[in-house]
């Protein structure tokens, strides 16, 4: 009786071991068209009537990297007058539409090719929009002499702005666009906003030399 009493406790013992874990399930990493469960995903990006010609033009240089480098396709609808991307099968990352129309919508802003194609290449990159009457209401020659100082002589004190803040800057007539990240957007906005409340060049020059003095020290 002992005996069998004891066989059985020795039993119950072995059967609450614990076996060897299975292995670890390996999966492979789902590709863009798995993660929106096959369905194809579009973007559209209207062309303005001023754009149309700069783009037939340069149709090619953003076709290209679209395409081959992005895996994404894309089509001008000439009928709607708009650009069309959508994904297909083997783009590898779902995040490369959304750029692509970044990049598309950056050209018909006005950026040009070579500057809006590093919005594909980088992640940290913005385009941010605003008008002159959002900053300050102004009517007649005084919006077309603060539109004279944002640009300066031969567009001088726009590129000084875009080469002290490493930034890219379109003035479509009242709507300004900046390309860059979000730091240095920021300062060449206050340098903007500044020249349409009034200040003079020279005072918004010095101004930027300190604060890019300053962002150099800091990296």
Not at 91 to 103: E, G, H, R, Y
């Amino acid at each position: 009786m002992q005996s069998s009493m004891d066989v059985e406790t020795v039993s119950s013992q072995t059967q609450n071991e614990p076996g060897p874990l299975p292995p670890k399930p390996l999966f492979e990493p789902l590709k863009a068209h798995e993660m929106s469960d096959g369905r194809v995903q579009f973007r559209k990006v209207n062309v303005p009537p001023h754009r149309y010609s700069p783009l037939k033009k340069v149709w090619m240089d953003i076709y290209t990297p679209i395409f081959e480098q992005m895996k994404i396709d894309i089509r001008m609808n000439l009928k709607a007058r708009r650009v069309e991307l959508k994904t297909r099968a083997d783009t590898p990352d779902i995040s490369n539409l959304q750029k692509c129309a970044d990049f598309v919508h950056a050209f018909m802003l006005g950026f040009d090719v070579i500057d809006a194609i590093a919005l594909l290449r980088l992640d940290e990159l913005y385009v941010e929009s605003f008008e002159i009457k959002d900053v300050k209401t102004l009517r007649g020659e005084h919006l077309s002499r603060a539109i004279g100082r944002l640009s300066g002589k031969g567009g001088k004190t726009k590129f000084a702005i875009e080469n002290a803040t490493k930034t890219r800057i379109v003035i479509a007539d009242t709507k300004i666009h900046i390309l860059g990240s979000f730091a240095n957007i920021k300062i060449a906005r206050d340098s903007l906003c500044s020249l349409i409340l009034g200040s003079p060049a020279g005072k918004v020059y010095s101004k930027l030399r300190a604060v890019t003095a300053r962002l150099a020290e800091r990296f």
